[in-house]
């Protein structure tokens, strides 16, 4: 039984949410501000978080930010907010998925099922693979990327990400091959959406931005991995 932390202030929306989903077979766990997330998600094993944006003590990309530090449990944010800049914003902070208010339950747990067929979905590759030398390595079986000798805490999407690339390295993946899948086919967003996913990888396991070695851009067409499969 998978199991869902909902963080929202406001008592009505969690007992919603919290219906829908023990109809479906989830446990859940709640918290009404972003400490008690913060708190929840050291101590228990949580599967997934649905993060209100606008909580009473830590705004909830804050919380993101921080379980970021410590956790790779895929996030969606629940938001009034629709600008496209809020949406980048959140995705580069480590949210997974946005989903707005008002909205409808029945979509809610639609996302929370595919963010969580995606965050699996990882083992048809070799338990490990390695890139130049061991610069990158990935450990499939504990779902685990070492960059230089050193742990790289990756999001359930950027980890999606690497393996869909890593997994055909000379193949040329536009972002809509990319979106379909790593977001999945009920992704209703902009395809662009992949490329805040991209630099966020980039971010933590290129060692030069400028010139990277692993996540290649083809222009005008997407990305292709340039690593090298070497073990």
Do not use: W
Request: with cysteine; glycine share 6%; proline share 3%.
């Amino acid at each position: 039984m998978k199991t869902v932390l909902i963080v929202d202030d406001e008592a009505k929306i969690r007992e919603v949410v919290v219906s829908y989903l023990h109809d479906e077979g989830f446990h859940t766990i709640e918290a009404a501000d972003g400490k008690g997330a913060l708190e929840r998600v050291r101590v228990r094993k949580i599967d997934l978080v649905i993060l209100d944006l606008m909580l009473p003590d830590i705004h909830g990309e804050e919380v993101c930010q921080r379980i970021r530090q410590f956790s790779a449990v895929p996030v969606i944010m629940l938001t009034a907010k629709v600008t496209e800049d809020d949406r980048v914003r959140g995705l580069s902070l480590g949210a997974d998925d946005y989903v707005l208010k008002p909205f409808s339950p029945r979509e809610l747990i639609a996302r929370v099922k595919a963010n969580l067929r995606r965050s699996q979905e990882d083992t048809l590759l070799a338990e490990t693979i390695s890139f130049q030398s061991d610069d990158l390595v990935i450990h499939t079986t504990q779902r685990e990327v070492i960059k230089k000798g050193q742990p790289v805490a990756l999001t359930p999407t950027e980890y999606k990400l690497l393996l869909c690339l890593a997994r055909h390295p000379a193949r040329i993946f536009t972002r809509e091959d990319l979106v379909q899948k790593v977001l999945g086919y009920d992704f209703e967003g902009e395809v662009r959406a992949i490329d805040q996913h991209v630099k966020n990888l980039r971010q933590k396991i290129e060692t030069d931005l400028k010139n990277p070695l692993y996540i290649l851009t083809v222009f005008a067409v997407g990305y292709r991995f340039g690593g090298g499969h070497l073990a």
